[in-house]
Structures are given as C-alpha cells and as structure tokens.
C-alpha cells in the first residue's frame, strides 16, 4: 500500500490537473470503471423496443401511489421515462451533469480496486449532441422517446424535469439514445490536443473524494440529500484516515463532548 502522504499528494495533484482539464465544457459523466457509455436498457440482453415499452407501460400503470402529493404528474412519455430513469427504471437515457465536480464524484464512488474515468463533451461533438429542454422534445419528436421515425437521429442532451433535490444538487442531465444498444462514441475534443475522457486512479479514489468534500462540499450529503448520505459522508471520512487521525481532527468541542460521555459510560 502506498504512503498515504504521498497518495494524499498525489491525489492533490490530480484534482489541480483535473480542474484545467474539466474547463468550458457544459457535459460531463463520471464511472467508477472504463466501461462503454451505454444507458441501462441498452446493457440488458436481449432487450427490444417492445420490453422497453412494457416496462414503462407497466412502470405509469403502477407508481401512482408513490408519487408525491405536491408532485405535478409527467404530462408526456418524456417526462414519464426520465422519472423511471430517475428511480432506476432501465431506459435509454444515460445520466449525465454540467457539473464536473459531480462527475468525478461518481468516478470515485465505486470500485475502489479499478481506475474510473470522467469523460467530457463539448457544444459541437461527434455525436451530434444538442442541449434541449424537455419542453421542446414533444414538437421535436413527437413520436416519443422510444419509436422514433428517424433510426438515425443523433443523440442528445436533455435537462430532465425537477422530481427531487437530487437532480439539481447533481446539475443532472439526461443522453438520449436512438439506438441504446450502441455505445455512445466520444472523440478527442479541442482540435485533438486533449481528449475528452480521463481515467481516475483507483488508489486516489478515497483521497479525491475526501478533497471535493473538504473544498467543495461535494459529497454524499449534499448530492443525496438526507440521513443516508449524512451516514456516507461520516464513513468517507473515517475511510480516508486512521482512526486517531479522525478523531484529533474532530472540534475540540466535539472532541471534549465525546470523552465526557466515554468517561462517564465507564465510571457507572
């Protein structure tokens, strides 16, 4: 195992690079593996228009009693599917984020034993990517999001409808893909003299993390607003120190508060 000085360094390092590297691009995804950018559905095998179709048939059929009482029903099968996508429905979107902190978060999240990789897109990209609203899907496909007309279309990006604090926290975005059995291809960007996907060492994973919370407040809690990222946020911290390291850095307060109640647990 590394020294963890030096990993600490190194993941320094990393993240100042990484913050040059991220400049002027509006889209970015963070994996915590180097696997191909394909949505859900598109992972399954053996999945086909029409069991995409099934499951969402079936999907509007049954959630009514789970949706909120202040929450305005989608009104088309856009909305519809980008709420599924949410909840973790297989679809054809793949999410993405404006927000390249929130990207590399996702990078480091998972699979501590493998790099990840933050992959990003400009404006103008080789997929044909355009930026819309979900307010202007209907006119422009108006066939819906899963029989399209045009075999052809090219994907796009899309911001999804607000279901939850979770999608804003996360600058969340949606690709939609006009054939999600074929991996997203993403080329070098800015006249090829950088490329548009950078891998993230695995051995940084927990120190890079440890960083976008310490500077940013990028972490469980505010990405997933609520008590289980609050517990996420707690283990993050002691997994990216010893323990006597954590707790010497804890306010004193916090730390005299704690030694009280130990005291006064074991004098009883």
């Not at 493998?114 to 080789?126: A, C, F, M, T, W």
């Not at 609203?133 to 066939?143: A, D, G, V």
């Not at 399209?148 to 949606?174: M, V």
Request: neutral net charge; glycine residues 4%; hydrophobic residues 35%.
């Amino acid at each position: 195992m590394k020294d963890s000085e030096h990993v600490r360094k190194e993941a320094d390092k990393f993240f100042d690079n990484f913050l040059q590297w991220a400049k002027n691009a509006p889209h970015f995804r963070g994996q915590p593996t180097d696997a191909p950018l394909l949505p859900k559905i598109g992972r399954l095998k053996g999945s086909t228009i029409i069991m995409e179709e099934a499951l969402l048939e079936i999907f509007t059929n049954r959630v009514h009693p789970f949706l909120s009482e202040t929450y305005q029903k989608p009104s088309n099968l856009w909305e519809w599917l980008a709420l599924g996508q949410h909840h973790g429905l297989p679809t054809r979107f793949l999410d993405w984020t404006a927000n390249p902190l929130v990207a590399l978060f996702f990078a480091c999240n998972k699979d501590r034993k493998r790099d990840g990789i933050v992959v990003k897109l400009n404006h103008v990209s080789p997929v044909g990517l355009n930026t819309l609203r979900i307010n202007q899907l209907e006119k422009e496909f108006p066939s819906g999001p899963i029989r399209q007309s045009d075999e052809n279309a090219n994907s796009f990006i899309f911001e999804p409808p607000y279901f939850s604090k979770r999608i804003p926290a996360q600058a969340g975005q949606l690709m939609w893909f006009s054939k999600p059995q074929a991996p997203a291809q993403i080329m070098p960007c800015d006249n090829g003299t950088s490329s548009n996907k950078l891998i993230v060492p695995c051995h940084l994973k927990v120190n890079i993390q440890t960083l976008l919370l310490e500077r940013f407040m990028i972490g469980y809690t505010s990405l997933f607003p609520g008590m289980d990222g609050l517990c996420k946020d707690l283990e993050l911290q002691v997994e990216s120190s010893d323990a006597r390291r954590w707790l010497s850095e804890l306010p004193d307060y916090l730390r005299e508060e704690l030694l009280k109640n130990y005291v006064e647990r074991y004098e009883e």
